[in-house]
């Protein structure tokens, strides 16, 4: 390798790709093509990058194996920024084999923090974490370990494991100001952020307040019942009980939480539970029927007591009964959720991640377009998706995870 080569490639890895442009944009061999295409990336030109990756990928010989492979993981990380989650991961496994086969560790290990990044932002967070801890960060280079400690607050962050959470940003803050790339130490900065704007909205007693993230993990510690509404759970120091496919189970649930310890008047549960106007002895019936379903669900952590003019809920072991709530009272939630990494997204990206149909998806852009809540650019499938973060607010609890089934 020459030294311009060299120097080019030294100037990447630092941050600096105005530098390594400086040394290569005028050649046209395989490695200067590569370096080019890097170079693109950083500084956000992703179409231009991709075309110079694959012409040095297509450039390198039979025998160079290994820049071939470099050139893939290096096309596979445009596409996960640039979110396009429908890359194909088989390319990237095949790459991490060939650069972990001819001793390319680092790279190898690159690769695997790629698929992990794309499983968390599809919210398979259990895969995430299994891959995770098959890789060890202390023999990997200081930018390395920011990836890896970032990738461990993000899990953490979507478990609501808040104190985790912000030992892995102090580790990845030192790794950070060790690498001495301003761009690691932005995004760092930015994921710290997280943990210091409300997360939730605490209804309690006729009240409520907005919470960090690390009172939503000590509340969910605590002797409380709480009908958590951002993923429809209710959960009572560890017992979980899922509502996420029961909506009208849910609903009837939260509307008993957020009058504790008072009862609710039959006919408010059932204009909100059933979206009916007036309330008729059809309606009556129906609401014994569900009352009897969620007596059932939650029979493990709270009794559905009848009252007078209604219903009241009594927690079994818990002392007191709170809602968890949004943070922010939007229909589409979840999308911006998704938009507020200041990315731009693909309308069938948005529906992997969400796990939901593109027409889904499609409808609810559409709808916050209207209210001028995100923009897009281009056309047809190179169109894209995009809306700055939500000023002031989290949006760790409103992001896609797996629950419990029912």
Not at 240 to 262: H, K
Not at 344 to 355: E, K, N, V
Request: charged share 25%; glycine share 6%.
């Amino acid at each position: 390798m020459d030294s311009l080569i060299t120097a080019a490639a030294r100037a990447l890895a630092t941050g600096d790709p105005l530098g390594a442009l400086n040394r290569v944009a005028l050649r046209g061999d395989a490695p200067a093509l590569a370096l080019r295409g890097i170079a693109m990336a950083q500084l956000g030109d992703f179409v231009r990058a991709k075309a110079l990756l694959r012409s040095a990928a297509r450039a390198f010989g039979p025998k160079e194996a290994v820049a071939r492979a470099r050139c893939v993981v290096a096309e596979a990380e445009i596409a996960l920024v640039s979110r396009d989650l429908g890359w194909p991961a088989k390319a990237l496994d095949a790459a991490r084999a060939t650069l972990a086969k001819h001793g390319d560790q680092v790279n190898a290990a690159h690769a695997r923090y790629l698929e992990i990044r794309r499983l968390l932002l599809i919210g398979r967070l259990d895969e995430a974490e299994h891959m995770l801890a098959e890789l060890a960060p202390a023999p990997t280079p200081p930018a390395s370990r920011v990836v890896h400690e970032l990738i461990v607050a993000g899990i953490a962050m979507r478990r609501l494991q808040a104190k985790k959470a912000l030992a892995a940003l102090a580790r990845a803050e030192r790794a950070a100001r060790h690498a001495g790339i301003a761009a690691l130490t932005a995004e760092v900065e930015s994921a710290s952020l997280v943990l210091n704007t409300p997360a939730a909205r605490l209804m309690a007693r006729g009240e409520q307040r907005l919470i960090l993230l690390k009172e939503v993990e000590a509340l969910l510690a605590s002797r409380t019942l709480v009908v958590d509404a951002c993923r429809h759970l209710v959960c009572d120091a560890g017992t979980l009980v899922s509502l996420a496919r029961r909506p009208v189970l849910f609903t009837l649930a939260s509307a008993l939480g957020e009058a504790w310890p008072a009862d609710v008047p039959r006919d408010t549960l059932i204009a909100r539970a059933f979206r009916a106007k007036h309330a008729d002895e059809s309606h009556r019936a129906r609401l014994r029927v569900e009352i009897g379903r969620l007596r059932a669900v939650l029979r493990t952590v709270a009794e559905v007591n009848a009252t007078k003019r209604g219903f009241t809920l009594v927690p079994r072991r818990a002392d007191e009964v709170v809602v968890l709530a949004r943070p922010v009272d939007e229909k589409h939630a979840a999308v911006l959720a998704v938009l507020a990494d200041g990315e731009s997204w693909a309308s069938s990206a948005l529906a992997l991640a969400l796990g939901a149909s593109q027409r889904t998806v499609q409808r609810a852009l559409d709808s916050l377009m209207a209210a001028g809540k995100v923009q897009s650019f281009g056309r047809g499938r190179a169109r894209r998706w995009m809306t700055p973060p939500v000023p002031g607010f989290t949006t760790t609890l409103l992001l896609p995870t797996p629950l419990p089934s029912d």
